[in-house]
């Protein structure tokens, strides 16, 4: 994909329909950056999206991903203008932020996700979102990313590696957190 290409796509892309156009615009710049060899995950909000086949709505796309200068370079080849450590596209109204070149979770559990034919995304694992929630919840008392993470455990119960889940988490306090949240679910289970 060329970037001329890539840009026509974005533009044509309906700013109404708010899900497809942020899958297809991380779909498009994962292929233009994959033949830099960058790799950008999807994390933070568009992740807890997809994981919740679209319950949840976020405004951006949160990347983490090393060489945030070739990907600067490609946003504002592709229409985007850079607004504070946000990149915003007017036209279909969608920022791209990267927050980090580290992904605070496992890379080997990085999924590729088939957006569709052609297209695709990196996704932060399942159980390294829980944990980002688990820490908000904990850590900034939001009582946002408390439902939020727990509505993701939840619905996902049965697929959750719970091995790997309950070693991400770190201190006291999220232990707990992670605890009564797997407790409440038992009892709903039962």
């Known amino acids: 994909m060329n970037i001329e290409i890539a ?3 974005i533009n044509s892309l309906d700013p109404n329909n708010k ?4 899958l297809q615009t991380a779909a498009i710049i994962t292929k233009l950056l994959d033949a830099e060899n960058i790799k950008p995950i999807i994390v933070g909000g568009l992740s807890v999206e997809i994981y919740t086949q679209n319950d949840y709505a976020t405004r951006d796309i949160d990347f983490v991903s090393d060489g945030y200068e070739k990907i600067s370079e490609i946003l504002l080849r592709l229409g985007f203008s850079k607004e504070g450590r946000h990149f915003v596209h007017d036209q279909i109204e969608i920022a791209v ?3 980090s070149s580290d992904l605070e979770g496992d ?3 990085v999924s590729k996700v088939e957006i569709e034919e052609d297209k695709y995304v990196y996704l932060i694992s399942l159980e390294d979102i829980i944990i980002d929630r688990l820490r908000a919840a904990v850590h900034w008392k939001s009582e946002q990313d408390t439902y939020w993470g727990f509505k993701l455990l939840a619905k996902n ?5 719970m091995e790997y889940l309950l070693s991400r988490a770190e201190t006291k306090k999220e232990k707990d957190e992670l605890s009564d949240w797997i407790d409440n679910i038992k009892r709903d289970i039962n």
Request: aromatic fraction near 16%.
């Open 7 to 9: 840009r026509e796509e």
């Open 19 to 22: 899900y497809h156009a942020m």
């Open 97 to 99: 932020e990267i927050p």
């Open 107 to 109: 890379y080997n559990r």
């Open 157 to 161: 119960y049965n697929e959750v590696n």
